[in-house]
């Protein structure tokens, strides 16, 4: 899972150059990216990345008390009954989708803008659909412990928008990412996991039951899912919201800071959680608690590595942006924009990635009211938060709130996890935390000395330039991350770099 999310984030990142080199940081990638706000709902009122949390857990009792063919009933009974639904707001948001974007973009200033966010939101909503249904069918392939096939996934979705984009953008513009969005959906998420998931003995009927248990029950776990509010889903809405009211490029650069600072979450936040989950649903079934605690810890302190890596980000911001965005219509105020964006960003990476593991324990126990409502609270509490920022430091200011919401949220709701499941070592966790801030600021303080000496030399204005400085700042980084994490000694690093190497760390 760590190799295909770190290719679907290489991947991603190649699809957002491909994007910034036809449409650079300007008012046409922003209705693109305002497209996506109607299907991101969508996609959240039918709970469809929560699929395998809620749906996993009711479908394992069914192995385990080997009534394999029920489990196929209840699997068709909610695919059926929940694609109706689907189908059903998907036309009604096609037709509504001027008013809607309206509603959700109100600084929308340009007409252009708005025409163009209202064309391609009803290109993409369809895929939705396609999410769905994929979603169900991974489900199953987890389910068995099956990740290959559900990995290639995000690969073919992205491989499928670069291909749109490349083929189409000279003729649609923009409009060719959003047809490819379509096709990677059909292709990536739905085809190919049906096919996956009958390789696992997947059987679907066209059978409905809107009174079995089982429909309830996962309505039940489902319902405050789609009620609650979560970290991510309140970050991607809230940073093209506030956008609309900032200078025409704002939502554009706030999106590809994004995609840059969640290729590290990703890497490291959402491989972890994605695998972790089927086990840490089977210690719930089995009540073993202490388990869970201890696989949370250790996993949430492999997780604060995160922070020492973003310090190294933070230093070459203006480097990394230049290499990977600056060329077509990329030019260097879209670099200087973006770039002071992704600072801010990175601030708040590791409570990305920590919030994908502490929020699975609660999903392990069939606990989604609790981070629901939690998730929902805090997002109404981060809104002065975004507004503060806004009025005070613009762009820059909604990126500060993203970062200090999601750093706030998670550490409030693993001490309510601690609180709740008598997690006694989880004081040990909140000391490495520290540890590891204060370990970031030092290699932050020490690598900037030594950007600040090669710009001396070296113009950061040109790509080989800006590859040579991220070369050598990045060497004196390993350098140091190897040496400290060796020398003081913080035995997280050599155990992390040893488990990457297949070897058994030495007791």
């Given at each position: 899972?760590?190799?295909s999310?770190?290719l679907?984030?290489?991947?991603?990142?190649?699809?957002?150059?491909?994007?910034?080199?036809?449409?650079g940081a300007?008012?046409?990638?922003?209705?693109?990216?305002?497209?996506?706000?109607i299907?991101?709902?969508?996609?959240?009122?039918?709970?469809t990345g929560?699929?395998?949390?809620t749906f996993?857990?009711?479908?394992?009792?069914?192995?385990?008390?080997?009534?394999?063919?029920?489990g196929?009933n209840?699997l068709s009974i909610?695919?059926?009954t929940?694609?109706?639904?689907?189908?059903?707001?998907?036309?009604?948001?096609?037709?509504?989708?001027?008013w809607?974007?309206?509603?959700?973009?109100?600084?929308?200033?340009?007409?252009?803008?708005?025409?163009?966010?209202v064309r391609?939101?009803?290109?993409?909503?369809p895929?939705?659909?396609?999410f769905?249904s994929g979603?169900?069918?991974?489900?199953?392939?987890f389910?068995?412990?099956?990740?290959?096939?559900?990995a290639l996934?995000?690969?073919?979705?992205?491989?499928c928008i670069?291909?749109?984009?490349?083929?189409l953008?000279?003729?649609?513009g923009?409009?060719g990412f959003?047809?490819?969005?379509?096709?990677?959906a059909?292709?990536?998420?739905?085809?190919?996991?049906y096919?996956?998931?009958a390789?696992?003995?997947?059987?679907l009927?066209a059978r409905?039951?809107?009174?079995?248990?089982?429909l309830?029950?996962?309505?039940?776990?489902?319902?405050?899912?789609i009620?609650?509010l979560?970290?991510?889903?309140?970050t991607e809405?809230?940073f093209?919201?506030?956008?609309?009211?900032?200078?025409s490029?704002?939502?554009?650069?706030?999106?590809?800071?994004?995609?840059?600072?969640?290729m590290?979450v990703g890497?490291f936040?959402q491989?972890v959680?994605?695998?972790s989950?089927p086990f840490?649903?089977?210690l719930?079934?089995?009540?073993?608690?202490?388990?869970?605690?201890?696989?949370l810890?250790?996993?949430?302190?492999?997780l604060?590595?995160?922070?020492?890596?973003?310090?190294?980000?933070?230093v070459?911001?203006?480097?990394?942006v230049?290499?990977?965005?600056?060329?077509?219509?990329?030019?260097?105020?879209?670099?200087?924009?973006?770039?002071?964006?992704?600072?801010?960003?990175?601030?708040g990476a590791?409570?990305?990635a920590?919030?994908?593991v502490?929020v699975?324990?609660?999903?392990?126990?069939?606990?989604?009211?609790?981070p629901?409502?939690?998730?929902t609270?805090?997002?109404?509490?981060?809104?002065?938060?975004?507004?503060?920022g806004?009025?005070?430091?613009?762009v820059?200011?909604?990126?500060?709130?993203?970062?200090?919401?999601?750093?706030?949220?998670?550490f409030?709701?693993?001490g309510?996890?601690?609180?709740?499941?008598r997690?006694?070592?989880?004081?040990?966790?909140f000391?490495?935390?520290?540890?590891?801030?204060?370990?970031g600021l030092?290699?932050?303080?020490v690598?900037k000395?030594v950007?600040?000496?090669?710009?001396i030399?070296i113009d950061?204005?040109?790509?080989?330039?800006?590859?040579?400085?991220?070369?050598?700042?990045a060497?004196?980084f390993a350098?140091?991350f190897?040496?400290?994490?060796?020398?003081?000694?913080?035995?997280e690093i050599?155990e992390?770099?040893?488990?990457l190497?297949?070897?058994?760390?030495?007791?």
């Amino acid at each position: 899972m760590m190799a295909s999310v770190f290719l679907s984030r290489i991947i991603g990142l190649l699809r957002e150059m491909v994007i910034a080199y036809v449409g650079g940081a300007g008012p046409e990638v922003d209705a693109y990216q305002i497209a996506f706000v109607i299907p991101e709902i969508l996609n959240h009122i039918l709970a469809t990345g929560f699929l395998s949390i809620t749906f996993i857990p009711i479908f394992s009792n069914y192995l385990a008390a080997d009534r394999e063919d029920e489990g196929w009933n209840v699997l068709s009974i909610i695919h059926n009954t929940f694609g109706v639904a689907l189908l059903v707001f998907i036309t009604g948001a096609v037709i509504c989708a001027p008013w809607l974007v309206d509603l959700l973009a109100p600084g929308i200033g340009d007409p252009a803008v708005r025409a163009g966010a209202v064309r391609m939101t009803r290109i993409i909503i369809p895929a939705q659909f396609f999410f769905f249904s994929g979603g169900l069918f991974m489900a199953v392939q987890f389910a068995r412990e099956k990740f290959l096939i559900p990995a290639l996934a995000p690969l073919i979705y992205n491989l499928c928008i670069i291909t749109g984009g490349i083929c189409l953008g000279s003729w649609l513009g923009m409009e060719g990412f959003s047809w490819g969005v379509l096709a990677g959906a059909f292709i990536g998420n739905f085809a190919l996991q049906y096919w996956g998931g009958a390789r696992c003995g997947m059987h679907l009927s066209a059978r409905f039951d809107p009174r079995h248990k089982e429909l309830k029950k996962y309505v039940w776990l489902t319902l405050p899912l789609i009620l609650g509010l979560t970290m991510t889903f309140s970050t991607e809405i809230f940073f093209k919201f506030f956008g609309s009211y900032l200078p025409s490029g704002s939502i554009a650069g706030l999106n590809y800071g994004m995609r840059i600072m969640m290729m590290m979450v990703g890497l490291f936040g959402q491989a972890v959680g994605v695998a972790s989950f089927p086990f840490m649903a089977r210690l719930a079934a089995q009540n073993k608690i202490i388990e869970m605690n201890r696989l949370l810890n250790t996993t949430l302190r492999y997780l604060a590595l995160v922070i020492p890596f973003s310090a190294l980000l933070i230093v070459l911001r203006h480097e990394v942006v230049l290499l990977i965005f600056q060329r077509g219509q990329f030019d260097e105020a879209a670099t200087g924009l973006t770039s002071g964006i992704l600072g801010y960003l990175m601030i708040g990476a590791f409570g990305f990635a920590a919030q994908t593991v502490v929020v699975r324990g609660f999903y392990a126990l069939q606990n989604t009211l609790l981070p629901a409502v939690f998730g929902t609270l805090s997002v109404g509490l981060s809104i002065p938060i975004y507004i503060y920022g806004m009025k005070m430091m613009g762009v820059a200011g909604v990126a500060l709130a993203i970062s200090l919401s999601a750093v706030l949220q998670v550490f409030v709701l693993y001490g309510i996890w601690n609180y709740r499941s008598r997690n006694f070592q989880s004081r040990e966790v909140f000391l490495f935390y520290i540890k590891m801030l204060l370990f970031g600021l030092l290699l932050w303080f020490v690598l900037k000395g030594v950007r600040h000496m090669l710009l001396i030399g070296i113009d950061a204005n040109t790509f080989t330039g800006c590859l040579v400085i991220s070369m050598i700042t990045a060497t004196v980084f390993a350098i140091l991350f190897l040496a400290l994490g060796y020398g003081l000694p913080i035995k997280e690093i050599p155990e992390f770099i040893n488990r990457l190497m297949r070897q058994k760390p030495k007791e």
